[in-house]
C-alpha cells in the first residue's frame, strides 16, 4: 500500500528523525538546508541499497529493514485502517509529542510483539538514563564547562575551540548515529510495502525517493515542532555537545542491535524514541548536579514531561490495536499473548 508507506514515512521523518538528527540540525542552525539534508541522504541511500542488495550484513541485517520484520506477521492484504497509525502519528507529531514510531505502527500489525518490544524499549531508557548520569557526571565538569566557557572560534589552533576540528567530530558521530537508528526504524516505514524480500526495484526506487524527498522538507523546516524537544535541552546548539550527544546514543543503540548483554532478542524491534528521551533526561540531570543549575522541580517537570509524552504513543497503539480487533471481529482475550 504505497499510501500507507507514503504516510508513515512521512510520519516517521518528522517525529523520529528530529530525534536522531535534532542536535545536528541545531547544532548546524548557520549552515544551508541542504547541505545538510545531501549529507544525511546521502548515508541514508547508502544504507538503503546496502540493505536491499542484501550486503548489509555488517550493519545488523540482510535486507531493507535489516531483518526487524523477521518476526512481525504482514498480512497479505492491507485494509484501509492500516492508514490510521501513520495518520495519528502525523497530527501528534504536529503538536511537537516525541511518540514511539515502533509501538504505533508495528504493534497494530503484530499484537503479540508488543510486550517484548515494550520490555526492550523500557531496559532501553533505563540503560539510556544510567549510560548518560556515568558518562555526564565523569565528563561535565572537564568538558560541558569548558564549552561554556570557551566558544568556537574560526581558525583557532586550540583543540577546545577549533571549530574545523569539532565540525570534522560532529558530522563523523552524526554519521555512525544516523546509521545505527536507520536500521533499527526503516522497518516502521518498508513494512507497508510487504514482506522485503518480495520487495521490487521499481518500488524500492519509488520508496527511497520518497524518503529523501520527505527529509529534504524536514531539513527545509528547521525539524519542526519535536525540535524543541533537544533545543531545551542543556547546551545542545554547541557542536562540541552535539558530538558527545550523538556518539553516546549510537553506543547505545548499537548495543541493542547487537544484544551485546544477551537480555533481549536481537531482532525484535524496539523504540528508538525512549532510548533518546533517556539519554537526555539522564545527560540533563547529571550536568545539573556537576555544574548546575541545581536540580530542581522544573527539572523534574522537565523529564517527567518526556516520558508523559512519549506514554501516549502506548496508549494510542494499544488502543488502535483493539479497535483493530473490535473491527475485524476478533476476541480481546489472549490479545498480547
Not at 71 to 96: H, K, M, V
Not at 164 to 193: C, E, H, K, P
Not at 236 to 259: C, E, H, M, P, W
Request: glycine share 10%; net charge positive.
Amino acid at each position: 500500500m504505497v499510501l500507507g508507506f507514503a504516510l508513515a514515512a512521512y510520519s516517521v521523518v518528522g517525529n523520529d528523525v528530529i530525534q536522531t538528527l535534532g542536535t545536528f540540525l541545531t547544532s548546524n542552525e548557520h549552515r544551508p538546508w541542504w547541505v545538510l539534508w545531501l549529507f544525511a541522504g546521502g548515508i541514508l541511500s547508502i544504507v538503503l541499497i546496502l540493505g536491499y542488495t542484501g550486503n548489509g550484513g555488517f550493519l545488523g541485517g540482510d535486507d531493507v529493514t535489516f531483518d526487524r520484520l523477521d518476526n512481525i506477521l504482514i498480512p497479505e492484504t492491507l485494509s484501509w485502517w492500516y492508514i490510521l497509525p501513520p495518520l495519528i502519528l502525523l497530527f501528534i507529531t504536529r503538536w511537537g509529542i516525541p511518540v514511539s514510531t515502533t509501538f504505533l505502527i508495528l504493534s497494530f500489525f503484530s499484537t503479540k510483539s508488543l510486550p517484548g518490544m515494550l520490555t526492550k524499549s523500557l531496559i532501553g531508557y533505563a540503560i539510556a538514563f544510567g549510560f548518560a548520569i556515568v558518562i555526564y557526571m565523569a565528563i561535565s565538569k572537564a568538558l560541558e564547562r569548558k564549552f561554556q566557557q570557551k566558544p568556537l572560534l574560526t581558525g583557532a589552533t586550540n583543540f577546545w575551540q577549533s571549530r574545523r576540528f569539532w565540525t570534522v567530530a560532529q558530522w563523523l558521530s552524526t554519521g555512525f548515529l544516523w546509521t545505527q537508528w536507520l536500521t533499527q526504524d526503516l522497518a516502521n516505514i518498508f513494512i507497508y510495502l510487504g514482506r522485503p524480500e518480495e520487495l521490487s526495484v521499481g518500488m524500492f526506487v519509488l520508496a527511497m525517493v520518497i524518503i529523501l524527498g520527505l527529509l529534504g522538507y524536514i531539513f527545509y523546516v528547521k525539524g519542526g515542532a519535536i525540535q524543541n524537544i533537544v533545543s531545551s535541552k542543556t547546551n545542545t546548539a554547541d557542536i562540541r555537545s552535539a558530538t558527545f550527544i550523538d556518539l553516546i546514543y549510537g553506543l547505545v543503540l548499537l548495543l541493542f542491535k547487537q544484544n551485546l548483554l544477551g537480555l533481549w532478542e536481537a531482532k525484535l524491534p524496539m523504540s528508538t524514541t525512549w532510548v533518546f528521551l533517556g539519554l537526555l533526561a539522564g545527560r540533563e540531570l547529571a550536568i545539573r548536579i556537576q555544574i548546575g543549575p541545581k536540580p530542581n522541580g522544573k527539572l523534574r517537570n522537565m523529564i517527567f514531561s518526556d516520558i508523559g509524552k512519549a506514554a501516549i504513543g502506548l496508549i494510542v497503539s494499544i488502543s488502535l490495536v483493539v479497535l483493530l480487533k473490535v473491527v475485524e471481529g476478533q476476541a480481546l482475550t489472549g490479545l498480547f499473548d
